[in-house]
């Protein structure tokens, strides 16, 4: 699958799984779309991106590729394994048990379990440059062709309230908001007030 998002015809390709070599890449692409979420668990930066780089359950990605570089990927969660991995212990060795320990309370805020026949987006992280060119819609499309391959009945995501870019192209590729949890506690701590489960049936 390609798109020529350069108008020269040099074509975004999109592939299953993370290259080799390209973790670190995945890492800071991840931490720039979703680090204001995960900020006060993972912090710092510095930290965060070797941290998620270390732990990442490299086939549990799409990648997009414009000449052999990294500039899009969205994660998934299938068979109890997201793309982004680490456990109690990797937390505590790396942040400390003092500081490492309301670290991983933070973080079991967002633990999602799929249902029955669910296959779960963890989100979709773009290069800045390239965004609004049609990648997000190639790395959903793809996820969706693994939801049917693997006998899914429907896809499910999360979106937070501050990120209505981020709804705007699920609702363009066939996402329906079912429910929407709010935490205005969570505002600031967290940034965001309330999160939408969005569904889409597999098949369409």
């Known amino acids: 699958m390609g798109l020529d998002v350069t108008g020269q015809g040099t074509p975004v ?26 900020g006060p668990a993972l ?29 899009g990927l969205a994660g998934y ?24 320990l309301h670290r991983l309370l933070l973080l079991a805020l967002f633990e999602r379990h799929p249902a029955s026949g669910q296959l779960v987006m963890d989100g979709i992280a773009v290069d800045p440059e390239m965004r609004g060119r049609g990648i997000g819609s190639l790395l959903i499309e793809e996820v969706a062709a ?5 006998d899914c009945r429907e896809i499910r995501l999360d979106v937070i309230d501050v990120n209505p870019r ?16 709010r935490t205005p506690y969570l505002r600031g701590l967290l940034g965001f007030g309330a999160v939408t489960t969005m569904h889409r049936p597999v098949g369409t």
């Open 13 to 38: 390709t999109v592939r299953r799984g993370v290259p080799a070599g390209a973790e670190r890449r995945v890492a800071e692409l991840y931490w720039e779309a979703f680090g204001r979420k995960l």
């Open 43 to 71: 912090n710092p930066a510095g930290k965060a991106v070797p941290f998620i780089a270390a732990h990442l359950n490299t086939d549990r990605a799409v990648c997009a590729l414009l000449d052999g570089r990294l500039v």
């Open 77 to 100: 969660q299938l068979g109890g394994r997201a793309l982004t991995g680490g456990s109690a212990r990797a937390v505590l060795r790396a942040y400390g048990h003092l500081r490492g």
């Open 146 to 150: 693994i939801a049917a391959e693997q």
């Open 166 to 181: 981020a709804r705007a192209l699920y609702e363009r590729r066939g996402f329906t908001a079912v429910r929407t949890e």
